[in-house]
């Protein structure tokens, strides 16, 4: 599977209803910072009820 941004082969899958698509690990590591800097991982944290362990 190749990258879904670039031609390099994907490191990563992500699936979402049923479609998968592949993440070279420099895209996949974008990805994550812009989730990061967003509110949507804050709601996704608050979907899946996520507890740290301290």
């Known amino acids: 599977m190749h ?3 670039c031609d390099r ?3 990563f899958a992500a699936e979402s209803d ?3 698509v592949g993440l070279c ?3 996949f ?6 989730l990061a800097d ?3 991982l ?3 944290r ?3 009820d996520v507890d740290r362990a301290e």
């Open 3 to 5: 990258c879904h941004y």
């Open 9 to 11: 082969e994907a490191a």
């Open 18 to 20: 049923g479609v998968r």
């Open 25 to 27: 690990e420099d895209h």
């Open 29 to 34: 590591r974008e990805r994550l910072d812009e």
């Open 38 to 40: 967003s509110d949507a």
């Open 42 to 44: 804050e709601q996704l």
């Open 46 to 48: 608050e979907q899946v």
